[in-house]
């Protein structure tokens, strides 16, 4: 069956149709400037991306376009809209209501409608995506896949905040986790690819893109993961901070002047790699600057590799041992500087890096020697996939 899986932020949509007996990817793009102008990007398997600009008020015109791209007599990747079987729809947050994906009815769109709060930005965007598709595609199944479900099997221990117990009583302010359906794919591939026994495992997977999260899981099962009540928690990234004094927010406060929004601003979109460097968010660019000799641009990668490295020790301690380690997102597939830099601080679990294969990047592998005590690896995500994957298995 064809699945199409949309992925529906406040002022872009990514989509991919993909077969999923194959698991091939017929066509896929995003449309970018909703609201603003308007951009179309579309790419059929085995062609040239298209680029066309485009009046896109609303989601509404944007998703129609992307309909229109797919069916379009020359260059769609299908004939017509009865080619698509399902749509799954990546949603940020279920809060404590959605431990796994959901077949897409009323009620569910008004559960979603209940956690906007807990995900301003982000929930009111996928709530409009799974709306206009429906009025577009009436009657063709759709699901929603939660980032915050896989993480549903924490133990209280962690994701409670040492903050009056009332608080998550009466608002649900606890750790929910997100990247939920990277961690749960790249974990289970990670105990396949190595063998592992899946009822007897234990696995921390690192993460790493603009957005970073580390995860331990155990036999399968969230047990920790570092991003909290929102994607700010956790590992410096590339535009937030992760982990502050939360002193801080009022000493900045008064020091310049400055409300709570502008504050939390700051720590969303100014911190992170980005604020440490003065330079980018983009670790690439931090590279080649620190090989230039950038000292803001080297501190930034020290800080971001110790980090890790003492979240993945905390994890060893929560998981009490560890099988495997491993690497995904952009980062964490290609940049082989972190990968090394971190494993360095690990030294103390018997792991040793195989410096050749980690200076490969982008691939399925094993990055520790043979005989090093835990396994390091590398595993792509692929975040659609999973969407299709667990959209099929409900519709079907
Ligand atoms: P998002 O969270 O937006 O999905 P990605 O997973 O695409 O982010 O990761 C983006 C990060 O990956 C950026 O910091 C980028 O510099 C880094 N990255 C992408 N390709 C490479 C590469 N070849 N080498 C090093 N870093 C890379």
Known sequence: MNVLVINCGSSSLKYQLINSD??????????????????LVYQKEGCDKEVTEASMPTHKEAIQMVLDALTNDKTGAIKSLKEIDAVGHRVVHGGEKFASSVVIDEEVIKAVEECNDLAPLHNPANLIGINVCKELMPGVPMVAVFDT????????????????IEYYENYKVRRYGFHGTSHSFVSKRTVEFLGLDPENSKVIVCHLGNGSSISAVLNGKCIDTTMGLTPLEGVVMGTRSGNIDPAIIEYIAKKENLDIPAIMNILNKKSGLQGLSKLSSDFRDLNEAAQNGNKYAENAIEVLCYGIAKFVGGYVAALNGVDAITFTAGIGENASLVREKVVEYLGYLGITLDKEANSKRGEEMIISTADSKVKVCVIPTNEELAICRETVALVK
Do not use: N, W
């Open 22 to 39: 194959s698991e091939e990817v017929l066509a896929k793009g995003l449309c970018e400037r909703i609201g603003i102008d308007g951009r």
């Open 149 to 164: 479900a896989f993480h549903q099997t924490m133990p209280a221990k962690a994701y409670l905040y040492g903050l009056p």
